[in-house]
């Protein structure tokens, strides 16, 4: 039996504002934000590195996703935030590979025998969500991005995007790569502020206070923090 490894990272970045008018203003990152890499076992694809995790439910194809977290200013209107990817480029790979589905959920406890759990268990063949892997085009038609989470930590506030790394179509075997482009963020401010941010990259958010460096900061000049 093939066993998942599930890898997880957290980055957390703030990347240069753009002013879109008096009540507006957006982020942007390039694309892929983490290169994840795949290989070929018997016309399974097998997907390789690190910071990304398996996306899906038990028994849905386990496709490859990673984190993107924006943090943005105090007076951002979360609830105003849009999401888009432009300039997307992708390479289709026309070979038959297969995905293997996301194991089920083990809610035994320890030394317990182990107590499988399938949410749609009643869609489950050998494992497999029927209607995902049944589904002409099941994720391979529809956006790169599937998921997106406010957050937050005192009085840092965040959107978490997350991205997958590979598309896959159940009917032909074809996957597809996101290989370029810029993930945007528009978000609208009850007040004008002169902002001006500068991107900074957080290896590690335990070494260093993500809120005391906001504050220290105050949103201008990051350098002399």
Same mark, same amino acid.
């Given at each position: *039996? /093939? /066993?998942? &490894?599930?890898?997880?990272? $957290?980055?957390?970045?703030?990347?240069?504002?753009?002013?879109?008018?008096?009540?507006n203003a957006?982020?942007?990152?390039?694309?892929?934000? =983490? %290169?994840?890499?795949?290989?070929e076992e018997?016309?399974?694809?097998?997907?390789? !590195?690190?910071? &990304?995790? $398996?996306? !899906?439910?038990? !028994? %849905?194809?386990?496709?490859?996703?990673?984190?993107?977290? &924006? =943090?943005?200013p105090d007076n951002a209107d979360v609830n105003s935030v849009n999401v888009a990817i432009t300039g997307l480029q992708e390479n =289709?790979?026309?070979?038959?590979?297969?995905?293997?589905? =996301?194991? #089920?959920? %083990? *809610?035994?406890?320890?030394?317990?025998?182990? %107590?499988?759990?399938? #949410?749609?268990a009643e869609f489950i063949v050998d494992g497999r969500n029927t209607r995902k892997y049944g589904s002409v085009g099941y994720l391979y038609d529809n956006d790169w991005v599937v998921d997106i989470r406010k957050g937050g930590w005192k009085s840092v506030r965040t959107i978490t995007v997350s991205v997958l790394g590979y598309n896959w179509n159940p009917a032909t075997g074809?996957? /597809?790569k996101l290989v370029g482009g810029s993930l945007s963020l528009s978000y609208s401010i009850p007040n004008e502020n002169d902002l001006e941010i500068q991107m900074v990259h957080f290896s590690d958010v335990t070494a260093r206070s993500l809120s005391n460096l906001l504050k220290c900061c105050n949103y201008h000049n990051i350098s002399k923090c």
């Open positions: *039996m /093939k /066993k998942f &490894f599930v890898f997880a990272v $957290i980055i957390s970045f703030i990347v240069p504002l753009t002013l879109l008018g008096s009540n957006s982020f942007s990152a390039s694309l892929p934000h =983490v %290169d994840v890499g795949f290989s018997g016309g399974v694809a097998n997907f390789e !590195g690190e910071g &990304f995790f $398996i996306y !899906g439910l038990p !028994g %849905d194809p386990g496709l490859p996703v990673y984190h993107v977290t &924006f =943090v943005l =289709v790979y026309s070979q038959n590979y297969d995905v293997l589905p =996301v194991p #089920p959920y %083990d *809610m035994s406890g320890p030394d317990e025998e182990p %107590d499988l759990y399938w #949410p749609d074809y996957l /597809k």
